[in-house]
C-alpha cells in the first residue's frame, strides 16, 4: 500500500514538476505543427492545383519545411527534457534507493537482499525516456484535431468523437484485462528470481546432497505461473492491440468514404476528403500507441509502487551531530531485542556495564540469542524495548559513517568483497599499506597473505577465492582489527581455525586488550575464554550470569556438580 505521506520518490517528481510541465508545452506545439502536414495537403489540392501557380506551391512548400524543421526540434528537445529528468530522478535518488536496499536487507536478516530497488529505479528511467511515455503527453490534445474536424464538417466532427470513445473504451478495457494479471506476474517473477538467487548462494551444498533436482522442481513450478500468467496478459493485450489497430485503419478508409460522400453533395472540397483521413490517423494515433505501449505503462507503474513503498517504509537517515571518538564503555539497560520478522523477542532483560578496554566472553546453548546480542550491541537490529548504550549514547544515535572505523565486528558468516586482500581489510577505505600489515599481523595472517601470487594485491571473490574458510576468518579478523577500533565484537571467531589458528587468535585478543579496546566475545569453544575479563552466560535469551571470569567459571563448575546424575546404590 502507497505510504499517504510524501516520500523521496515523490519530493524527487515534484522536484522535476517544472520539467515535466515544459515537456506538455512543448507537446502543444508540437501537436499544433503535426496539423502542418494536413493543411499543406488541402491547400495543394484545393489552391494550387486549382490555380496552376508554382509559386504559391513553392511558398507552400517552403512554409512547410520549416514548420516540420521546427517540429522536429521541438520534438527533440522534449526528448532531452525527459532524458534529463531520468538522469535527475538517478542522480537524486540512486543514493537513497542504494541505501534503503543495504537497510531493507538488514532490517530482514537477509531475507528480502536484493538489488530489485536499483533495478526498478533503472526501468522507470527507461520508461521515461521511451517513445510510449510521449503518447501520455499527446493524447490531451484530441480536443485540438476534435474541433478541427467539425469545422471541416459537423459529420467529420461526430465521427471521429465516436472512434476517439471507442478507443479511448478499448484502452480502458486493456487496463482491466491485464493489469492485476501483470501485477501478479510481475510478483511471481520477482520471487522466483530471489528463490533462484538464494539457491546459487549455497551451490556447494546443493550439488553436494543432489538437491538440483528438487530445487529446479520449485523453480520451474513457479516459472510455469509467470508464464502463465504473462501469457493470459499478453493474450488479452495482444487481441485489444490487434483490434485498435485494425479499428483506426478501417476508420481512416471510412472517413475517406464519408468525405467523398460529403464532396459528390458538394458540401466539402476533395482536398477536406483528403485532409480528413490524414487529421483523424493522427488524432486517434496517440491513443492507438497509449495501447500498444501499455504493458510498459503498467511494468513502469509497478515499478513506481515498489520503489514508493520502500522508500514510505525505511526512511532517509537523519541528520545527526557528531559525537567524540568512542572510549568504548558499553553499556546496556532493560535490553530486549526482537529479530526482524520475529514476533517475540530473543533477548530480554539484559543489564550489564562494561569499562572500556574489557574482554567480555559470551557463552550458553544455541538459540540463547548470543548473535542476536552481537546485533543489537551493533546497532545493526534495534531494541524493541530499553538501550544499548556506547559512551553513554544510544548506538543509534552516532553517525554509522562517523562510528563504523571505530567498530571492529567478525559473523559468524565470513563474507569478504570483490577486490584485493588489502582492500578487504581496509574496509575499502583508502588503503594504508601500514596499518593493513598491523591488522594482518596482528590476526596472524601476514605471513600467509605473503605466500599468496600477487601478496595483498591478489584477487578475491565475495566467496573468498581459493581461500579456505579459517584463512578467509583470519582474513575478516584483520578487516576487524583495522585502525585499532575501540569496540570489537567476534561472533565464533575460532569456528574454523585449527589449533595454530587459535593460537594466534588468543595472541590478538591479548594485542587488542594491550590497546585497550573493549571485546565481546561470542563461542562455543572455550579455549579462548582465557583471555577473557569477565563471563556472560545467556540461556532462553536471558542473562543467567555475568561476573569475573574466574568466578562465574567456578559457578558453572559447581551448577553441573549439581545437577550431574548420582550412581546408582549397590543393593545390599
Same mark, same amino acid.
Given at each position: 500500500?502507497?505510504?499517504?505521506?510524501?516520500?523521496?520518490?515523490?519530493?524527487?517528481?515534484?522536484?522535476?514538476?517544472?520539467?515535466?510541465?515544459?515537456?506538455?508545452?512543448?507537446?502543444?506545439f508540437v501537436n499544433i505543427l503535426m496539423l502542418v502536414p494536413t493543411f499543406y495537403m488541402l491547400q495543394v489540392y484545393d489552391r494550387v492545383i486549382a490555380s496552376g501557380s508554382e509559386s504559391t506551391l513553392l511558398m507552400l512548400t517552403l512554409i512547410l519545411v520549416?514548420?516540420?524543421?521546427?517540429?522536429? %526540434?521541438?520534438?527533440?528537445?522534449?526528448?532531452?527534457?525527459?532524458?534529463?529528468?531520468?538522469?535527475? $530522478?538517478?542522480?537524486?535518488?540512486?543514493?537513497?534507493?542504494? #541505501?534503503?536496499?543495504?537497510?531493507?536487507?538488514?532490517?530482514?536478516?537477509?531475507?528480502? /537482499?536484493? %538489488?530489485?530497488?536499483?533495478? !526498478?529505479?533503472?526501468?522507470?528511467?527507461?520508461?521515461?525516456?521511451? #517513445?510510449?511515455?510521449?503518447?501520455? @503527453?499527446d493524447a490531451p490534445w484530441l480536443p485540438i484535431y476534435l474541433a478541427l474536424m467539425f469545422m471541416f464538417h459537423p459529420w467529420f466532427g461526430w465521427f471521429a468523437l465516436l472512434c476517439a470513445a471507442i478507443l479511448i473504451a478499448l484502452a480502458y478495457a486493456n487496463e482491466r484485462l491485464t493489469s492485476q494479471t501483470l501485477k501478479n506476474a510481475n510478483q511471481e517473477n520477482l520471487a522466483a528470481t530471489a528463490f533462484t538467487n538464494k539457491?546459487?548462494?549455497? /551451490?556447494?551444498? &546443493?550439488?553436494?546432497?543432489?538437491?538440483?533436482?528438487? $530445487?529446479?522442481?520449485?523453480?520451474?513450478?513457479? #516459472?510455469?505461473?509467470?508464464?502463465?500468467?504473462?501469457?493470459?496478459?499478453?493474450?488479452?493485450?495482444?487481441?485489444?492491440?490487434?483490434?485498435?489497430?485494425?479499428?483506426?485503419?478501417?476508420?481512416?478508409?471510412?472517413?475517406?468514404?464519408?468525405?467523398?460522400?460529403l464532396s459528390l453533395e458538394q458540401e466539402i472540397s476533395s482536398g477536406m476528403m483528403i485532409a480528413g483521413s490524414v487529421l483523424l490517423g493522427r488524432a486517434l494515433a496517440p491513443i492507438d500507441l497509449m495501447i500498444g505501449s501499455w504493458k510498459g505503462f503498467i511494468s513502469a507503474r509497478g515499478q513506481y509502487e515498489r520503489l514508493n513503498d520502500l522508500l514510505g517504509k525505511i526512511a532517509a537517515e537523519p541528520e545527526r551531530m557528531s559525537l567524540p571518538t568512542p572510549a568504548g564503555a558499553v553499556t546496556a539497560e532493560a535490553l530486549m531485542v526482537t529479530p526482524p520478522g520475529a514476533?517475540? =523477542? &530473543?533477548?530480554?532483560?539484559?543489564? @550489564?556495564? &562494561?569499562? =572500556?578496554?574489557?574482554?567480555?566472553?559470551?557463552?550458553? =546453548?544455541?538459540?540463547?540469542g548470543k548473535s542476536t546480542l552481537a546485533r543489537a550491541l551493533l546497532g545493526i537490529w534495534p531494541a524493541s524495548h530499553g538501550k544499548v548504550r556506547l559512551d553513554g549514547a544510544d548506538v543509534f544515535s552516532w553517525k554509522r559513517d562517523e562510528l563504523g572505523p571505530h567498530i571492529g565486528y567478525l559473523p559468524q558468516d565470513i563474507e569478504?568483497?570483490?577486490?584485493?586482500?588489502?582492500?578487504?581489510?581496509?574496509? @575499502?577505505?583508502?588503503? !594504508? =599499506?601500514?596499518a593493513v600489515v598491523e591488522a594482518a599481523r596482528l590476526a596472524g595472517v601476514h605471513e600467509l597473505i605473503l605466500q599468496l601470487p600477487q601478496g595483498y594485491d591478489t584477487r578475491i571473490g565475495a566467496s573468498g577465492g581459493t581461500l579456505s574458510g579459517g584463512q578467509r576468518q583470519r582474513i575478516g579478523l584483520a578487516r576487524a582489527a583495522y585502525g585499532k577500533p575501540r569496540l570489537v565484537v567476534? !561472533?565464533?571467531?575460532?569456528? #574454523?581455525?585449527?589449533?595454530?589458528?587459535?593460537?594466534?587468535?588468543?595472541?590478538?585478543?591479548?594485542?587488542?586488550? %594491550?590497546?585497550?579496546?573493549?571485546?565481546?566475545?561470542?563461542?562455543?569453544?572455550?579455549?579462548?575464554?582465557?583471555?577473557?575479563?569477565?563471563?556472560?552466560?545467556?540461556?532462553d535469551g536471558a542473562q543467567v550470569m555475568f561476573g569475573p571470569l574466574g568466578q562465574v567459571l567456578a559457578e558453572l563448575q559447581k551448577a553441573q556438580q549439581v545437577i550431574a546424575p548420582q550412581p546408582a546404590a549397590t543393593p545390599a
Open positions: 500500500m502507497t505510504p499517504p505521506h510524501k516520500t523521496d520518490l515523490r519530493a524527487a517528481l515534484h522536484t522535476c514538476k517544472g520539467s515535466f510541465i515544459a515537456t506538455g508545452f512543448f507537446s502543444l520549416l514548420l516540420l524543421a521546427t517540429m522536429g %526540434a521541438l520534438e527533440w528537445v522534449r526528448s532531452r527534457i525527459m532524458v534529463r529528468i531520468s538522469t535527475r $530522478l538517478d542522480i537524486l535518488l540512486g543514493g537513497r534507493l542504494y #541505501n534503503a536496499s543495504f537497510k531493507q536487507a538488514l532490517y530482514s536478516g537477509g531475507m528480502n /537482499a536484493s %538489488a530489485q530497488p536499483l533495478n !526498478d529505479m533503472t526501468g522507470l528511467r527507461q520508461f521515461l525516456t521511451g #517513445n510510449g511515455l510521449f503518447a501520455f @503527453f539457491n546459487l548462494r549455497n /551451490a556447494e551444498v &546443493v550439488e553436494s546432497m543432489g538437491m538440483l533436482p528438487q $530445487l529446479r522442481r520449485r523453480w520451474q513450478e513457479r #516459472n510455469n505461473r509467470v508464464l502463465e500468467l504473462q501469457g493470459v496478459a499478453s493474450d488479452r493485450a495482444g487481441t485489444i492491440t490487434s483490434l485498435s489497430k485494425t479499428f483506426r485503419l478501417l476508420v481512416q478508409s471510412l472517413i475517406l468514404g464519408l468525405g467523398a460522400y514476533a517475540q =523477542p &530473543v533477548i530480554r532483560g539484559l543489564n @550489564f556495564s &562494561v569499562v =572500556p578496554g574489557e574482554a567480555i566472553g559470551i557463552i550458553g =546453548p544455541s538459540g540463547a569478504l568483497f570483490e577486490g584485493t586482500i588489502s582492500e578487504n581489510i581496509a574496509r @575499502f577505505g583508502t588503503v !594504508d =599499506p601500514a567476534l !561472533d565464533e571467531p575460532n569456528s #574454523n581455525l585449527d589449533e595454530q589458528g587459535e593460537c594466534a587468535l588468543t595472541l590478538a585478543l591479548q594485542q587488542l586488550k %594491550a590497546d585497550g579496546t573493549t571485546l565481546f566475545v561470542i563461542t562455543h569453544r572455550t579455549n579462548i575464554l582465557v583471555a577473557m575479563d569477565k563471563l556472560m552466560v545467556l540461556r
